[in-house]
């Protein structure tokens, strides 16, 4: 597709279960980046892939928080035993790799909610 | 550590003067600042960069300067117009930043009022 794509784009779920979410990246971008935004709050980065490298998840908040990525495509951020504080809005961003000149483009989310 | 601060949450304009919206940043090894726009349910959506060998950037309404000595950074637009209502993100990316990591401030809510 043309942009980044996101699914599902709400989620609710139980507190204690575990939830998956998918990211489709722009076609050809190499570096794919996942952020959460909580309310009233900034973006907050979580993990960013490139290529082949091994990703950068400095940003997980804790060892319930994992991703995958499959080469240059698609993307999965796996949440385990959710906890009402990981309610967020959770972006997923491609970038082509090299510079930043244009940023990344962010998908438009998936809203999950922890009850 | 808030390395990227949006200090004003909100902002206030009237259809046709000019927003101002500021930011500031902690960590002198950033080389690379973005502006990203938001509306509600959508993703943020690239608006202006500029590199810090510049001061200034111009695309059309918008114009992003850059004072290097005082960490600080402005957008500005004019003249401001009712679609320009968002949320505005000011970013930050550079070496300690981890490769092409982006760190954002917490966003300023802009309201332009007809």
């Known amino acids: 597709g043309a942009g980044v794509s996101q699914s599902p784009s709400n989620k609710v779920t139980e507190k204690g279960k575990d939830v998956e979410l998918r990211c489709d990246p722009i076609s050809g971008h190499t570096a794919l980046y996942w952020y959460r935004q909580r309310l009233g709050q900034g973006l907050e980065f979580l993990i960013y892939f490139q290529g082949n490298s091994a990703p950068d998840k400095s940003g997980l908040p804790s060892d319930r928080f994992s991703a995958e990525r499959t080469g240059e495509s698609v993307s999965t951020l796996t949440i385990q035993r959710t906890q009402q504080e990981d309610s967020a809005v959770y972006l997923c961003a491609s970038s082509p790799g090299g510079g930043m000149h244009y940023g990344y483009t962010f998908g438009s989310g998936t809203r999950l909610t922890v009850v | 550590d808030q390395q990227v601060k949006q200090n004003s949450p909100s902002l206030s304009v009237q259809e046709g003067r000019i927003s101002i919206l500021n930011c500031d940043y902690t960590?002198?090894?950033?080389?690379?600042f973005l502006w990203y726009k938001k509306y509600p349910a959508e993703g943020p959506t690239f608006l202006i960069s500029i590199s810090s060998i510049k001061d200034k950037n111009e695309d059309g309404r918008f114009t992003v300067f850059l004072n290097k000595s005082a960490k600080h950074l402005s957008l500005h637009i004019v003249p401001s117009q009712p679609g320009d209502s968002a949320v505005y993100f000011c970013?930050?990316?550079?070496?300690?930043?981890?490769?092409?990591?982006?760190?954002f401030g917490t966003g300023t809510q802009l309201k332009v009022e007809l």
């Open positions: 960590n002198s090894m950033f080389d690379y």
């Open positions: 970013a930050a990316s550079g070496v300690t930043g981890g490769g092409n990591k982006l760190t």
